[in-house]
């Protein structure tokens, strides 16, 4: 061990360290709290004996989960996760064999494979705002479980309370819970896994086995489906169908193969769809507090697509501004605020944990709702990072940022091409202020909120209209 201090953070208590101090709502403001008190974007916690090391800003985390990204690409073990999920998370081997599968499926040029899913997912969005403007959280999740089944089992959703549907939320709710460092005591004293059930506080093991069925379930249940298509012919091309297809039918390890491809297909719900929820709720709430840049993207996509046709993706290269206000939605309120924890695998040090004064501010006004800011000349300006953090760092970073972005994309533009979108009014003539409030969580989500969605034209609603009768007959 080097004898280099800790870096700085709040007093610690003997055994519990700091955890008791330890936000459970808007962690990131109690950080940023403490990275100013303590003068340092790199702040040490004690949660009962397991080290947190949070950092604070761009330099630190582009030094640390980038550069170093081999030593910090770990996952925190939490027992109960695994449990629910049914493989481990860390970098090991099979790990490395899932983000291969993903990463054949899912790279820039594999993602354009689920363009017409994302489309046709997005002409749903339309029709279900424009017959019940109402509720546009409820919409907005119907799409992303739309992509999600359809892109990893080829299976289309029930309009409401589809069965697969329900179970990964369950199983994602569970996730949430079982993922909190220290909920269990499990977490922390591993070997408590061994007690007999009977034992008291093993009501642990109890819950794991009910979560266990609940992942098992969740993962196996579309597989079954999917196979069973495959066998009688009528399965629709899916990230399954293709995977299974390139197995060679006399490998030895063909059901190990194939179990890593339930597994990865699995992952996909929980992964992708409350993300995508999240930044589409942002798109909405973004919109609605600036309606500045609605009009400025609405002239923008008059003046390359016109209002004969609905925007596809041939249209995104010839739409600077969208692009940027997608890139901004993003970075505006970021989907995991304080990302994804990553777990350092040996021992490092960093500049004596402290970073040099002055460090560059990427962003500056970064509470301002501003696409202009990744333009230049109306053009996307290649000296401005995206909204990188985003999706997280190194080794670890999102493999599914094409289809996130492109899904965001679609649905972002179409939006924008067929409807007005502004604060709900009250019939006495009241605006409605959304709160722009998000619930906690490791996904941070929009609270639901209303919003008045009309079409921008008559001929807006004939187009998407049109479109509807259109599926109905193919
Ligand atoms: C707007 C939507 C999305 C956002 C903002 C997002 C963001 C993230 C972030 C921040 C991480 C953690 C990265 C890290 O630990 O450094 C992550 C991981 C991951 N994401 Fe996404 N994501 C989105 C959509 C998706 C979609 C659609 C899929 C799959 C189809 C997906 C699959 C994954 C997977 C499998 C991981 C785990 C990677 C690993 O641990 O190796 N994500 N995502």
Redesign the pocket.
């Known amino acids: 061990k080097s004898t280099l201090p800790l870096p700085p953070g709040p007093p610690k208590r003997p055994l519990v360290g700091n955890l008791f101090q330890m936000p459970s709502t808007s962690e990131w403001e109690t950080y940023t709290e403490w990275s100013k008190t303590y003068d340092s974007d790199i702040i040490h916690l004690d949660a009962a004996g397991t080290s947190i090391i949070v950092l604070s800003s761009a330099k630190a985390t582009g030094d640390l ?1 980038e550069k170093r990204s081999s030593i910090y690409s770990d ?1 925190p073990r939490f027992p109960m996760v695994v449990e629910l999920m049914g493989w481990n ?1 860390d970098s090991g081997e099979q ?1 490395r064999k ?2 291969r599968l ?1 990463h054949e499926a ?1 790279n820039a040029d594999a993602s354009r494979n689920y363009e017409a899913i994302e489309q046709k997912a997005c002409r749903e969005l339309l029709r279900r705002l424009l017959q019940d403007p109402t509720d546009v959280m409820v919409h907005v999740r119907h799409m992303a479980g739309e992509i ?1 089944m359809a ?2 089992y080829g299976i289309i959703i029930l309009p409401q309370n589809d069965p697969y549907i329900v179970l990964a939320r369950d199983a994602m709710y569970a996730l949430s819970i079982a993922s909190i460092p220290g909920r269990f005591l499990v977490d922390t004293f591993p070997l408590l896994k061994y007690i007999p059930d009977w034992f008291p506080g093993a009501g642990f093991k109890r819950k794991a086995r009910e979560w266990r069925k609940l992942g098992r379930a969740t993962v196996d249940l579309p597989f079954v489906e999917v196979k069973h298509k495959i066998t009688a012919g009528n399965a629709s091309p899916s990230f399954i169908s293709t995977a299974l297809d390139t197995i060679d039918t006399n490998a030895p390890d063909r059901g190990q193969q194939e179990q890593m491809v339930k597994e990865v297909a699995g ?2 719900y929980g ?2 769809a409350d ?2 929820v ?2 589409l709720g942002t798109f909405f709430l973004a919109i609605l507090s600036n309606p500045e840049a609605q009009k400025k993207a609405q002239m923008e996509i008059d003046a390359v697509v016109g209002n004969e046709r609905l925007p596809d993706f041939g249209d995104r290269e010839s739409l600077p501004y969208v692009f940027a206000l997608v890139q901004e939605v ?1 970075r505006w309120r970021n ?2 605020p304080i ?2 924890p ?1 777990s350092l695998s040996v021992e490092d040090t960093y500049k004596g944990y402290r970073l040099p004064a002055g460090s560059i501010a990427v962003y500056p006004e970064p509470f301002a709702f501003k696409p202009e800011r990744f333009l230049l000349n109306g053009k996307p300006n290649p000296a401005v990072p995206g909204p990188g953090a ?12 094409h ?3 492109s ?2 994309w679609i649905a972002a533009v179409s939006a924008l091409a067929t409807f007005d979108i502004t604060k709900a009014v009250r019939e006495d003539g009241q605006i409605i202020e959304p709160t722009y409030e998000y619930l906690p969580g490791l996904v941070s989500m929009p609270f639901p909120f209303k919003c008045s969605i009309k079409p921008r034209s008559q001929r807006a609603a004939e187009l998407i209209q049109a479109m509807i009768d259109d599926d109905l007959h193919n």
Not at 390 to 401: D, E, L, M, N, Q
């Open positions: 989960l996952r998370f790990w899932h983000r993903f899912f999600i892109v990893a992952t996909m992964a992708g993300t995508t999240s930044a993003l989907v995991t990302a994804i990553h985003a999706f997280g760092f190194g080794r670890r970073i999102c493999p599914g940022k289809l996130a972005s899904s965001l």
